[in-house]
T-cell receptor
Framework: DAKTTQPPSMDCAEGRAANLPCNHSTISGNEYVYWYRQIHSQGPQYIIHGLKNNETNEMASLIITEDRKSSTLILPHATLRDTAVYYCIVRGTYKYIFGTGTRLKVLA | GAVVSQHPSRVICKSGTSVKIECRSLDFQATTMFWYRQFPKQSLMLMATSNEGSKATYEQGVEKDKFLINHASLTLSTLTVTSAHPEDSSFYIC?????????????FGPGTRLTVT
């Protein structure tokens, strides 16, 4: 499974869009990009996933570059409750391999 | 839908004893469940993959005799930490795959915090 690289931490002002980048330069054609987040001392929560096309749901948008070597998770209007560690995962086989994630802090 | 529970949420045990953690899929059937371990301020590390009715597959470096996994039904997997030591203190998280879907989305439990004294 491809490895992912994310910035260790980011801050975002409440109400603004949070853009979380992820590099996955070794991704293969049939590997999906998944995003999860983990709020302190809880299990990870699914956010969104995609293969090639951009995706949007009620929580977030996922933008995948045309060469699929990177992606960006967008939280359109961040709230204090979005403070968490965000994990970008590239899944090829049945396993998830978690990277180090990005610790997002939403500031009031 | 797609809720996964874990029991207990917290457990404290003495060194040398064994502890069993349960992982249940509440509203779906899961042929495959996964067990992860997470140390403070670190990421989740996959320990093993549990398939209903067959032996678990352990990741490299994880002792299968120490971390016993049983997946006896489509809704229950258990992880038993045998002869626990303080270094086994960690946050243990399970996840499950929903049989109904074609994709490989995993649903995570809330985690179990194990403290070995």
């Amino acid at each position: 499974d491809a490895k992912t690289t994310q910035p260790p931490s980011m801050d975002c002002a409440e109400g603004r869009a949070a853009n979380l980048p992820c590099n996955h330069s070794t991704i293969s054609g049939n590997e999906y990009v998944y995003w999860y987040r983990q709020i302190h001392s809880q299990g990870p929560q699914y956010i969104i996933h995609g293969l090639k096309n951009n995706e949007t749901n009620e929580m977030a948008s996922l933008i995948i570059t045309e060469d699929r070597k990177s992606s960006t998770l967008i939280l359109p209007h961040a709230t204090l409750r979005d403070t968490a560690v965000y994990y970008c995962i590239v899944r090829g086989t049945y396993k998830y391999i978690f990277g180090t994630g990005t610790r997002l802090k939403v500031l009031a | 839908g797609a809720v996964v529970s874990q029991h207990p949420s917290r457990v404290i045990c003495k060194s040398g004893t064994s502890v069993k953690i349960e992982c249940r899929s509440l509203d779906f059937q899961a042929t495959t469940m996964f067990w992860y371990r997470q140390f403070p301020k670190q990421s989740l590390m996959l320990m093993a993959t549990s398939n209903e009715g067959s032996k678990a597959t352990y990741e490299q470096g994880v002792e299968k005799d120490k971390f016993l996994i049983n997946h006896a039904s489509l809704t229950l997997s258990t992880l038993t930490v045998t002869s626990a030591h303080p270094e086994d203190s960690s946050f243990y998280i399970c996840s499950a795959r929903d049989l109904r879907t074609d994709d490989y989305e995993q649903y995570f439990g809330p985690g179990t915090r194990l403290t070995v004294t």
